[in-house]
């Protein structure tokens, strides 16, 4: 069966460190993968999109890497904030591209 | 980003009673918007792809005659919770992309519904 696993363990981790998130996908080919934060009681919010044929993608202190042989992304924020925690969700196209499937997200506690 | 807004942002129901909640698309057309579902501390379940102007997708174990979606315009879709019930007491958020698949959804801020 297709499955997207997020850590579901909380990660905390300290000011100024890197946090590090795990997305891993099975039966799924996806040409795209996208990450989004979601804060208790709101909608998520996206972040960054990675096609298959791109190793990294960067965006201030954030960074996506994808491994289409792993079928794994790595999600990175670096020099981490307290305005950082929160839930960060993968997510995968599906159903022809059409369908947005989420992962169970991993909740991020950056602490002073 | 664009923008969708979702209304209302909470709502008490009591037993058996229905409720509708809007999702509207600001500053752009949104042929295809799709209705989640989301538990406390779990992910968001996709729970119906709805398409303007035809009846909406729904996936498999969500009653279509339960939770009844109506797209009449490229920047508004319904979703009417019927005859709700404790247990459909969750949080639904919508979504919408406005081009193209390889671009990402913007979400409502979701509609928190609570049945008594």
């Known amino acids: 069966s297709q499955k997207i696993e997020q850590n579901s363990e909380a990660l905390n981790i300290q000011e100024g460190k890197t946090a590090t998130l795990t997305c891993n996908y099975t039966?799924?080919?996806?040409?795209?993968l996208q990450w989004y934060r979601q804060d208790p009681g709101r909608g998520p919010v996206f972040l960054l999109l990675?096609?298959?044929?791109?190793k990294e993608k960067r965006k201030e202190r954030l960074k996506v890497t994808f491994d289409t042989t792993l079928k794994q992304s790595l999600f990175h924020i670096t020099a981490s904030q307290p305005a950082d925690s929160a839930t960060y969700l993968c997510?995968?196209?599906?159903?022809?591209?059409?369908?947005?499937?989420f992962g169970a997200g991993t909740r991020l506690a950056v602490h002073p | 980003g664009a923008v969708v807004s979702q209304h209302p942002s909470w709502v008490i129901c009591k037993s058996g009673t229905s409720v509708k909640i809007e999702c509207r698309s600001l500053?752009?057309?949104?042929?295809?918007m799709f209705w989640y579902r989301q538990f406390p501390k779990q992910s968001l379940m996709l729970m119906a792809t709805?398409?303007?102007?035809?009846?909406?997708?729904?996936e498999q174990g969500v009653e279509k005659d339960k939770f009844l979606i109506n797209h009449a315009s490229l920047t508004l879709s319904t979703l009417t919770v019927t005859s709700a019930h404790p247990e459909d007491s969750s949080f639904y958020i919508c979504?919408?992309?406005?081009?193209?698949?390889?671009?990402?959804?913007?979400f409502g801020q979701g509609t928190r519904l609570t049945v008594v």
């Open positions: 990675i096609r298959e044929n791109e």
């Open positions: 997510a995968l196209l599906s159903g022809g591209y059409n369908k947005l499937i």
């Open positions: 500053d752009f057309q949104a042929t295809t």
């Open positions: 039966n799924y080919s996806p040409a795209y």
């Open positions: 709805s398409n303007e102007g035809s009846k909406a997708t729904y």
């Open positions: 979504s919408a992309r406005d081009s193209g698949v390889n671009t990402e959804a913007f």
